[in-house]
């Protein structure tokens, strides 16, 4: 089955709200540029975004080409915290040209994305998301716009507790069967 997207700017609660939806028996993958910093950082001389993105951009498009796969051997929906046209959006914002295979790879996921709008109350300004809260404001309006360029129906996530966010997900996912 193909997998939904669940995406937005930095610190709106995506991983926590994954986190939810795998304790209420989904399918999830968590997100592959936070796994992939972390891994790197370990690395003596470690790919990371601030040093060269367009490479990072490619680790980042090998793992969640990797958890796509993986997610349409499902039977049940699942949940991807940040996808392909994540990475889209960070090439796009730093000038740097998309490889059309990333594009066409955009294809092979459920056409609703769910996005969550980033919360000053719960951002984070760390070593994994080095940037004010104002610049993940921008990211969140990019990965709208890119989202419905790439003909994905976009669907704002309203803040709230993770059970009512869960909640309105799980009300949304069986409205489209």
């Given at each position: 089955?193909?997998?939904?997207?669940?995406?937005?700017?930095?610190?709106?609660?995506?991983?926590?709200?994954?986190?939810?939806?795998?304790?209420?028996?989904?399918?999830?993958?968590?997100?592959?540029?936070?796994?992939?910093?972390?891994?790197?950082?370990?690395?003596?001389?470690?790919?990371?975004?601030?040093?060269?993105?367009?490479?990072?951009?490619?680790?980042?498009?090998?793992?969640?080409?990797?958890?796509?796969?993986?997610?349409?051997?499902?039977?049940?929906?699942?949940?991807?915290?940040?996808?392909?046209?994540?990475?889209?959006?960070?090439?796009?914002?730093?000038?740097?040209?998309?490889?059309?295979?990333?594009?066409?790879?955009?294809?092979?996921?459920?056409?609703?994305?769910?996005?969550?709008?980033?919360?000053?109350?719960?951002?984070?300004?760390?070593?994994?998301?080095p940037y004010?809260?104002?610049?993940?404001?921008?990211?969140?309006k990019q990965?709208?716009?890119?989202?419905?360029?790439?003909?994905?129906?976009?669907?704002?996530?309203?803040?709230?507790?993770?059970?009512?966010?869960?909640?309105?997900?799980?009300?949304?996912?069986?409205?489209?069967?």
């Amino acid at each position: 089955m193909k997998p939904f997207i669940i995406s937005g700017g930095p610190g709106a609660g995506k991983t926590t709200f994954i986190n939810a939806l795998s304790d209420r028996g989904y399918t999830t993958f968590e997100e592959a540029s936070r796994t992939l910093i972390e891994q790197q950082s370990r690395l003596e001389h470690g790919i990371l975004p601030w040093h060269d993105l367009a490479a990072f951009a490619k680790l980042c498009f090998e793992l969640m080409s990797e958890q796509k796969q993986r997610a349409l051997v499902e039977q049940v929906p699942s949940f991807m915290d940040r996808a392909i046209p994540d990475v889209c959006v960070y090439l796009t914002q730093a000038g740097i040209d998309i490889p059309s295979h990333y594009i066409e790879a955009c294809q092979g996921y459920q056409t609703v994305a769910f996005l969550c709008r980033p919360e000053a109350s719960i951002y984070v300004q760390d070593e994994v998301r080095p940037y004010p809260f104002t610049q993940a404001l921008d990211i969140h309006k990019q990965l709208h716009h890119t989202y419905l360029n790439l003909g994905f129906q976009v669907v704002e996530v309203p803040w709230g507790s993770i059970v009512q966010r869960t909640l309105f997900i799980e009300s949304h996912v069986q409205s489209l069967d």
